[in-house]
């Protein structure tokens, strides 16, 4: 069974700063991840996924995730925050047994100007 | 082209109520994800169709099923609603089972009163 842990449950940060997203993930077989985010009263939308490939991923919006296994991690980041990266960001994983996606329990974003 | 299109966009119920949900995928997907999110229990994975099929069922009561139809528009349905079945309900379509590339609709805002 896979599962993930997303640390911390609200980052703040300042416009033009580092955003830097956690997330650990636990999973008995090589897992895809998933970065999704979501804004008020919406769904949620891709920024990125790991499907085995390489290792860094880039994303849309600026975003990019570093899958690393020997710390069974895929943190996200932003170089440079802007207002409207303000939002909650999910963490997903799904491996290749059953395919479903379980998520994080999300990190919500406020980017102060 | 077009999104995954989910139906209604809110609902307002009365415990002891039914309710079908509806979702369209993205032309060309064939397999299709339910989710509920809550406050207090975030995303929980319901169940998934492909090809008319229920693949996947998430841990949820009975009172809950699904089915797809041969265009892989899915409906789900909640039967002798109760108050704890408030929640935004995603469809999450896909090409394959993989999932590698899920698209969310918006969501359906489901209150039980």
């Known amino acids: 069974a896979q599962s993930v842990t997303q640390l911390g449950s609200h980052v703040s940060v300042s416009e033009g700063a580092l955003v830097l997203l956690r997330c650990n993930y636990s999973?008995?077989?090589?897992?895809?991840l998933f970065w999704y985010v979501q804004y008020p009263n919406q769904g949620l939308q891709l920024l990125l996924k790991y499907t085995s490939a390489a290792t860094l991923v880039k994303g849309i919006n600026g975003f990019e995730a570093e899958f690393k296994k020997s710390e069974t991690s895929f943190h996200l980041t932003k170089p440079s925050a802007h207002m409207s990266d303000a939002a909650e960001y999910f963490c997903a994983v799904s491996d290749q047994s059953d395919y479903k996606l379980s998520f994080g329990a999300g990190t919500t974003v406020t980017v102060r100007a | 082209k077009a999104g995954v299109t989910q139906t209604p966009r809110y609902l307002i119920k009365t415990r002891g109520q039914q309710v079908t949900l509806s979702c369209s995928p993205i032309?060309?997907?064939?397999?299709v994800s339910w989710y509920q999110q809550t406050p207090g229990q975030g995303l929980q994975f319901l169940f998934e169709?492909?090809?008319?099929?229920?693949?996947n069922k998430g841990n949820f009561p009975g009172r809950f099923s699904g089915r797809q139809f041969s265009n892989s528009r899915s409906e789900m349905n909640v039967s002798t609603l109760e108050l704890g079945d408030s929640a935004l309900y995603l469809c999450?379509?896909?090409?394959?089972?993989?999932?590698?590339?899920?698209?969310f609709g918006q969501g359906t805002r489901l209150t039980v009163v």
């Open positions: 169709y492909f090809s008319e099929t229920q693949r």
């Open positions: 032309s060309g997907h064939r397999s």
């Open positions: 999973s008995s077989v090589p897992p895809y």
């Open positions: 999450a379509s896909s090409q394959d089972r993989a999932n590698t590339e899920a698209f």
